[in-house]
């Protein structure tokens, strides 16, 4: 039986698939998109959507995401709760401006363009450095949401570095998964300190209370692994947040080289 032939995927096929978007979810989306140059509604005034999304910004920055509100922002703009609304239609739409600009742009790569491991190295840096920027990011609930020019310039990024690998379409999306999500999940600790400093704990308190959490598996006969693990005697001065993350990072690295080496170059792991 002849085996079926793949058929990329279109514009259409993505223009369906947006049709079948909740309605709510497909205006926000737009909303993203459109140029916010100036109010959607009434006479043009002297603050643009983009001021009231630094504004926003400012306040998630202070108190966390949670503290946006539309009061709170037409409080800091000196304008009527009612006025913000000219900017955007909702809340929700504030909220989806105010996590895209925090996503910001990754930083340009540098010329000559170095290996694709390298690259991806300075790619999930700077976009842990980003969100331990930005701790309130990490407070998103996961639920289905829009995704703006930002978040694609993330992932245009560390696609155009992996597309030099000569992997697949169908495995660089893959490794895309791999490398972000490594790239998120390691960073928690980070993220976790970043929020304590905001909120006035030192280092040094934020790692004795993690230590005492950490220290409850001693002695609890339900977690005797982890317990040994703790009590195990060093090999050495311990890694620090940073040079962990990176130590992880780089045998997700060695993975990826290792698949390249068997898929690309026909020699097998």
Same mark, same amino acid.
């Given at each position: 039986?002849?085996?079926? !032939? !793949?058929?990329?995927?279109?514009?259409?096929? @993505?223009?369906?698939?947006?049709?079948? +978007?909740?309605?709510?979810?497909?205006?926000?989306? *737009?909303? @993203?998109?459109?140029?916010?140059? *100036?109010?959607?509604?009434?006479?043009?005034? $002297?603050?643009? #959507?983009?001021?009231?999304?630094?504004? =926003?910004?400012?306040?998630? *920055?202070?108190?966390?995401?949670? =503290?946006?509100?539309?009061? =709170?922002?037409?409080?800091?703009?000196?304008?009527?709760?009612?006025? +913000?609304?000219?900017?955007?239609?909702?809340?929700?739409?504030?909220?989806?401006?105010?996590?895209?600009?925090?996503? $910001? /742009?990754? #930083? #340009?790569?540098?010329?000559?363009?170095?290996?694709?491991?390298?690259?991806?190295?300075?790619?999930?840096?700077?976009?842990?450095?980003?969100?331990? /920027?930005?701790?309130?990011?990490? &407070?998103?609930?996961?639920?289905?949401?829009?995704?703006? #020019?930002?978040?694609?310039?993330?992932?245009?990024?560390?696609?155009?570095?992996? %597309?030099?690998?000569?992997? %697949?379409?169908?495995?660089?999306? *893959?490794?895309?998964? +791999?490398?972000?999500?490594?790239?998120?999940?390691? %960073?928690?600790?980070?993220?976790?300190?970043?929020?304590?400093?905001?909120?006035?704990?030192?280092?040094? &308190?934020? =790692?004795?209370?993690?230590?005492?959490?950490?220290?409850?598996?001693?002695?609890?006969?339900?977690?005797?692994?982890?317990?040994?693990?703790?009590?195990?005697?060093?090999?050495? !001065?311990?890694?620090?947040?940073?040079?962990?993350?990176?130590? $992880?990072?780089?045998?997700? @690295?060695?993975?990826?080289? +290792?698949?390249?080496?068997?898929?690309?170059?026909?020699?097998?792991?």
């Amino acid at each position: 039986m002849a085996a079926r !032939k !793949k058929r990329s995927v279109t514009h259409d096929d @993505l223009m369906q698939a947006a049709a079948r +978007v909740d309605p709510d979810l497909r205006r926000r989306s *737009q909303l @993203l998109w459109d140029d916010r140059a *100036q109010p959607t509604r009434g006479p043009k005034r $002297g603050f643009t #959507p983009d001021d009231v999304v630094q504004v =926003a910004m400012q306040i998630a *920055q202070d108190d966390g995401l949670a =503290a946006i509100t539309m009061n =709170a922002v037409s409080a800091s703009l000196g304008l009527t709760t009612m006025a +913000v609304y000219r900017y955007f239609p909702n809340k929700e739409a504030l909220l989806d401006a105010v996590v895209d600009a925090g996503l $910001g /742009a990754p #930083p #340009p790569f540098a010329e000559p363009r170095g290996d694709w491991r390298e690259e991806v190295t300075l790619w999930a840096h700077a976009k842990r450095a980003m969100l331990c /920027a930005r701790p309130w990011l990490a &407070e998103l609930p996961f639920v289905a949401a829009p995704h703006g #020019p930002n978040w694609l310039r993330w992932l245009e990024a560390v696609t155009d570095s992996l %597309s030099r690998t000569g992997l %697949s379409g169908a495995d660089i999306g *893959q490794m895309l998964s +791999v490398i972000d999500g490594y790239t998120r999940g390691a %960073s928690d600790t980070a993220i976790s300190l970043a929020r304590a400093r905001a909120r006035g704990t030192s280092e040094q &308190e934020w =790692a004795a209370a993690v230590g005492a959490d950490l220290g409850r598996a001693i002695g609890d006969p339900r977690f005797p692994t982890f317990a040994a693990l703790l009590t195990s005697p060093s090999d050495g !001065k311990p890694r620090t947040i940073d040079e962990g993350f990176d130590f $992880g990072l780089q045998r997700v @690295l060695d993975g990826i080289e +290792v698949y390249i080496a068997g898929s690309v170059h026909g020699r097998g792991p």
